[in-house]
T-cell receptor, first 114, second 115 residues
Framework: AQSVTQLDSQVPVFEEAPVELRCNYSSSVSVYLFWYVQYPNQGLQLLLKYLSGSTLVKGINGFEAEFNKSQTSFHLRKPSVHISDTAEYFCAVILTGGGNKLTFGTGTQLKVEL | DTEVTQTPKHLVMGMTNKKSLKCEQHMGHRAMYWYKQKAKKPPELMFVYSYEKLSINESVPSRFSPECPNSSLLNLHLHALQPEDSALYLC??????????????FGPGTRLTVT
């Protein structure tokens, strides 16, 4: 079985500062990796995904993530955050080779302050 | 059109009521999902429909009854719910049930309160 760990439940950061949201996964087989964002009172929106190939993945809204197989990590980064980035961020995995069951991490609340 | 719509946005129901949540997508997706999300928690998968057939039931109590009348619609029928069932119910869809790498598109959710 796979699992996803987001160690930071909350990350406060000042506007225009860089941010990194951490995600680690465990799985005995290969996985596809996703980052979703959820703004207050809304559904989830895909930020980016890693399927294969280049380990640096660029997504929407200036976010990027790097897949590190040896460390089983998929950390999300943004070089300069805005107030509008305040939201809940979820890392998620799906096993490769079939199936469409997303396993989510517990989420990280990003709070951007002036 | 990459939108998944859900109605109603909010629903308050008593424990003896029967109600339904509705979800619709017109992206031609053949996989549809129901998730339950409690406050400050990640979504939890409830059901998956693949090509209009129920393919995954995550041991959900029978007071929740899903239905997929056609490839664009997904319903969740609710009956005799408990207060602990109060949550945000999210619907999602993806293009191909056999391809896990397909993005799941989420609707805005229905905020359910059981009194």
């Amino acid at each position: 079985a796979q699992s996803v760990t987001q160690l930071d439940s909350q990350v406060p950061v000042f506007e225009e500062a860089p941010v990194e949201l951490r995600c680690n996964y465990s799985s005995s087989v290969s996985v596809y990796l996703f980052w979703y964002v959820q703004y207050p009172n809304q559904g989830l929106q895909l930020l980016l995904k890693y399927l294969s190939g280049s380990t640096l993945v660029k997504g929407i809204n200036g976010f990027e993530a790097e897949f590190n197989k040896s460390q089983t990590s998929f950390h999300l980064r943004k070089p300069s955050v805005h107030i509008s980035d305040t939201a809940e961020y979820f890392c998620a995995v799906i096993l490769t080779g079939g199936g469409n069951k997303l396993t989510f991490g517990t989420g990280t609340q990003l709070k951007v302050e002036l | 059109d990459t939108e998944v719509t859900q109605t109603p946005k909010h629903l308050v129901m008593g424990m003896t009521n029967k109600k339904s949540l509705k979800c619709e997508q017109h992206m031609g997706h053949r996989a549809m999902y129901w998730y339950k999300q409690k406050a400050k928690k990640p979504p939890e998968l409830m059901f998956v429909y693949s090509y209009e057939k129920l393919s995954i039931n995550e041991s959900v109590p029978s007071r929740f009854s899903p239905e997929c009348p056609n490839s664009s619609l997904l319903n969740l029928h609710l009956h005799a719910l408990q207060p602990e069932d109060s949550a945000l119910y999210l619907c999602a869809s993806s293009q191909d049930p056999g391809q896990g790498w397909n993005e799941q598109y989420f609707g805005p959710g229905t905020r359910l309160t059981v009194t």
